[in-house]
Every structure is written in structure tokens, then in C-alpha cells.
């Protein structure tokens, strides 16, 4: 049974950090890529960021990059999204997701797309006082 289990939300200050950690089992963690993404109440569920464990490529989205840096921990099978300088706009339920990158079409796959995962977490919140 694949098992996604996100861990790390809190409550922060705008200017601080956090570290969301993803844990994962039930498939080849090396063959996935995993995915982040956040929802805010009210609003779509967007792709923050991606490592993709078949070729070590990450990913970010435009309003995360130079703040966020995802990392895998292939020994431990979780991927890691340590969050600086959160703005009060990071707020959000984080998700992990997870895709085996074997049965994605190369130049057409896009890691920020939500509709591009198989497999979610439950989920982790992220509060950011201002």
C-alpha cells in the first residue's frame, strides 16, 4: 500500500523557516519523483516544488524560488522542503504527492501539476503570522 505521510506544519513568524518532511512507502522510492503542493482556503491547489528521484531534477514555482530548496533522503525515503523567509501568502495545507517518473512522458510532463500525481498525503498545515 503506498503510504505518503507529511509531517512539520506549525505555526511561524513571517520571517522564519520551517522544514516539511514527506515519508514515504509501498513503492520504489528511487523510481518517483514527489511532489509538493499547498492549498489555501478558498483557492486551487497549486505546485510548489518537485524532486523527481529517477535524475535528481528539482523544481519551483516562481513564488517559492530562492526561499524554498527541496532534497530526498534516499536512505530514509523522505523528501524534505525547507521553507525560508515564509510570508504570510505561504499559508496553506501542504501536500506531498508522488508519481513513478517511469510512466510519465518525457517534455510533457510538468511537476507542478497537480493532475500529473497518483498517489497524496493527508496533509500537513503551515500558518505564517505577519
Known amino acids: 500500500e503506498v503510504q505518503l505521510v507529511e509531517s512539520g506544519g506549525d505555526l511561524v513568524q513571517a520571517g522564519g523557516s520551517l522544514r516539511l518532511s514527506c515519508a514515504a512507502s509501498?513503492?520504489?522510492?528511487?523510481?518517483?519523483?514527489i511532489g509538493w503542493f499547498r492549498q489555501a482556503p478558498g483557492k486551487e491547489r497549486e505546485g510548489v516544488s518537485c524532486?523527481?528521484?529517477?535524475?535528481?531534477?528539482?523544481y519551483y514555482a516562481d513564488s517559492v524560488k530562492g526561499r524554498f530548496t527541496v532534497s530526498s533522503d534516499r536512505a530514509k525515503n523522505t523528501v524534505y522542503l525547507q521553507m525560508n523567509d515564509l510570508k504570510p501568502e505561504d499559508t496553506a495545507v501542504y501536500y506531498c504527492?508522488?508519481?513513478?517518473?517511469?510512466?510519465?512522458?518525457?517534455?510533457?510532463?510538468?511537476?507542478?501539476?497537480?493532475?500529473?500525481?497518483?498517489?497524496w498525503g493527508q496533509g500537513t498545515q503551515v500558518t505564517v503570522s505577519s
Open positions: 524532486f523527481n528521484n529517477r535524475d535528481g531534477k528539482t
Open positions: 509501498g513503492f520504489t522510492f528511487d523510481e518517483n519523483a
Open positions: 504527492a508522488a508519481v513513478n517518473a517511469y510512466t510519465v512522458v518525457p517534455g510533457r510532463w510538468q511537476p507542478l501539476n497537480r493532475y500529473a500525481y497518483d498517489h
